[in-house]
């Protein structure tokens, strides 16, 4: 039974993680109300550094309960933020969610639940040999490779089909309009002055900028384009949180041997892996900061977490052979728990596109704009 103590733990993470991820949406949406001179990047919002703080504290949860639980069981317990963020979203973004949202909710939160009851509960105690050899064996190497390609493609797509200076603002003039009807215009807040120069790009899509890319991006219709940004980004992070997840419960193996009296950090593997984790986190928490600053927490967080659960569940799976250990039954189980989530993931993935009504309506900078009509 200690593996409910990795769950409870778990829980406590999701909490932590779902107002998180809000307090990101609410700043990003607070910041692009604002006058292009006078928008700050996201490290210097307040909001948005206690948003990601609690991500972080959700990952430290997170590192606590790989001691007592395997990752095939935590993966899908993660489905308790969809959960938690239908109830956070409405009292802290202001974003309602219908009936269809509840629904997909309620079935990705079932899948996710059988495959927990169904998955491997045991929690092997490893060392660094150990680790090695299970992370360098010929399957293992296989399936990151195929993994990281999966991950490739989705950052050309987030990089190709990013919304441009220009669909920003359409962006922010769609969410004072639509969101705040009694606001008639940005009286020219939002307007690009001639010969302003064209912001940095952020140094991640930068980087991913390098990647080439065919003729097929050139092709593709704005709205297809809109929608594969919109699937990418979430589909991205969430790629990235296995990786994160994986490495995890690697660190918390080798902090767990190192406590027991068998240093394990003389090795400079145990450091790489440790710098791996971080960039892993690093990079993970970044793309779930760029996926909020453009789309709805409905849409972001359910996403980016059933995509995290079945990337992790699958990934540490293969990797660390949790799946060899299963019973037919108890495969069957699994398979059916896992289904129901990817049906519950592609009707979330058919969602309409709705426009952000988020912001606070006591929000200054609003309240503001409206006094000058």
Partial sequence: MAWMYGVVLACCGSLFSCIGMNLQRVSQLRNALLHTRQQRPPHKQLLNIIGISLVFVEAIFDMAAYEFSSSTTLAPFSALTMTLNMIVAPFIVGERADIRDIAVTALVFCGTTVAVRFSDHDSPNMKLDVLLH???????????????????????????????????????????????????????????????????????????????????????????????????????????????????????????NTVAGDNQFQYVGSWVIVTL?????????????????????????PLYTSTNILTTSCFTSFILGDLSKFAPLQALGFFIGIS?????????????????????????????SASLQ
């Fill in 134 to 256: 299970t992370l360098l064996r010929p399957t293992a190497i296989c399936v990151g490779v195929l993994f990281i390609l999966w991950m490739v493609a989705l950052a050309m797509i987030a990089h190709r089909f990013l919304p441009s200076r220009a669909l920003e603002i359409q962006y922010r003039q769609q969410l004072m309009h639509e969101s705040y009807p009694y606001v008639e215009s940005f009286d020219g807040d939002v307007a690009i002055e001639e010969g302003a120069p064209e912001p940095p790009m952020h140094p991640l899509m930068e980087f991913i900028s390098l990647i080439p890319s065919g003729r097929c991006w050139r092709l593709t219709s704005i709205r297809s384009k809109l929608w594969l940004h919109r699937c990418a980004m979430p589909l991205l992070a969430g790629s990235c949180g296995s990786f994160t997840a994986l490495l995890a419960k690697a660190v918390n193996e080798l902090l767990f």
């Fill in 277 to 301: 984790l971080c960039m892993a986190a690093g990079l993970q928490i970044t793309l779930l900061n760029m996926s909020l600053r453009f789309y709805e927490s409905l849409w972001v967080v």
């Fill in 340 to 368: 129901l989530t990817l049906i519950g993931v592609s009707m979330l993935m058919a969602r309409a596109a709705k426009s952000p009504s988020s912001a606070p309506t006591d929000d200054p900078v609003v309240l503001q």
